[in-house]
């Protein structure tokens, strides 16, 4: 499906991470009224709702939060709700990633965003995946996108708008295209969150960190973060 470039109005699922926040400010570039999206799942990096709501505050668009802490709770086995378990350091490509998947969250988070712009009468949902999500999330992947798609068409009938579209603007892009994109935006990314640990500052270790990092260098972008650890570096 032809992606459009620029929906009239568009809800856009908002983490105030790297990925959301330049999908927010390509957005806003190709001037598209936003509606941005949180969700408080009982991420044990919820801090990055702070981050979402103060990067909201620089666009001026409204930004909602829905509380599914209740529903967060009883999601056992993943490092990201489960405080039992440890998030894991290292790369994305690694085995250990695994423990960081939420089970079914783009698809919950995509479908409260399906059922709010149906009922603002926008003509979008869009959500930040990208590349370097594909090895992990399964949900992060095309074949979601287009069953995801076929599914909203079918459960929506007679009510979408003729030109209603669920966009994933990166999903063939790399994180380091992105910041390439953002950075020529003008995107604030010493003010956007990433890492899964949630403390003051980023950790520096983690999954989110280590892509994060690698981005940046890849695209010889300055990384503008605060790193609690320097990164490891393989012998």
């Known amino acids: 499906m032809p ?8 809800v856009l699922i908002f983490s105030g991470g790297l990925d959301s926040t330049t999908a927010a400010y390509q957005l806003a570039a190709n001037g598209s009224r936003l509606t941005l999206l949180s969700l408080d799942y009982g991420q044990q990096h919820s801090v990055e709702l702070r981050h979402a709501a103060d990067i909201a505050k620089l666009l001026n668009v409204p930004h909602h939060v829905l509380d599914l802490r209740a529903m967060g709770a009883l999601l056992n086995g993943s490092a990201l709700t489960d405080r039992t378990l440890d998030v894991p350091d290292g790369h994305y490509t690694d085995e250990t990633m695994r423990s960081t998947v939420v089970p079914h969250r783009n698809a919950l988070m995509l ?10 009468r926008a003509d979008a949902v869009v959500f930040g995946a990208h590349s370097g999500d594909h090895p992990i999330y399964p949900d992060c992947r095309p074949a979601f996108l287009d069953a995801y798609r076929q599914m909203v068409a079918a459960a929506n009938e007679g009510f979408l708008p003729a030109d ?4 994933a603007p990166f ?8 910041v390439r994109l953002g950075a020529g935006l003008g995107v604030p990314y010493e003010r956007t969150w990433s890492c899964y640990k949630g403390d003051t500052v980023h950790c520096g270790l983690c999954g989110t960190c280590t892509e994060r990092r ?8 300055t990384d503008p973060t605060a790193y609690a650890r320097a990164a490891v570096v393989a012998r």
């Open 3 to 10: 992606q459009k470039s620029s929906p009239r109005h568009a």
């Open 111 to 120: 479908d409260l965003a399906v059922a709010i712009a149906i009922g603002q």
């Open 164 to 167: 209603f579209e669920v966009l």
């Open 171 to 178: 999903l063939e892009m790399t994180k380091a295209d992105i």
């Open 214 to 221: 690698e981005a940046f260098s890849l695209a010889n972008v």
